[in-house]
């Protein structure tokens, strides 16, 4: 009675494995793209740690900390209890430091 059924049990669920892990793939990449395309590789946005900042303008991770605490550097943001930096508050902090130019002595 169960001999047949149970011998092809393994390959049914296979099937019926697969099809689900299909469908939700498929499900998850048009909700990815959203009903406008929209995607969240959006620079801007982006959150980067103190490592990724020190990498990014090579300077030295005490200096970073350092201009936190005096009030100087690009201003950060906490998420939870991690420093975060947002991608647009360093491109905005780096043009407000350009120097101007100087008059010719």
Known sequence: MFGDTRA???DCMFHVIESRIT???N???SDAQGPHNLSMDTNEHELL???DVVAEWKIPKPTLYRWRTTGYGPPA???GKHLRYRRSDLEG???SQTDSPR???
């Open 8 to 10: 092809n049990w393994p």
């Open 27 to 29: 499900a998850s990449d």
């Open 23 to 25: 469908s939700q793939t």
């Open 77 to 79: 943001l906490r998420v």
């Open 103 to 105: 008059p010719a002595a």
């Open 93 to 95: 902090w780096l043009a």
């Open 49 to 51: 740690t103190p490592d």
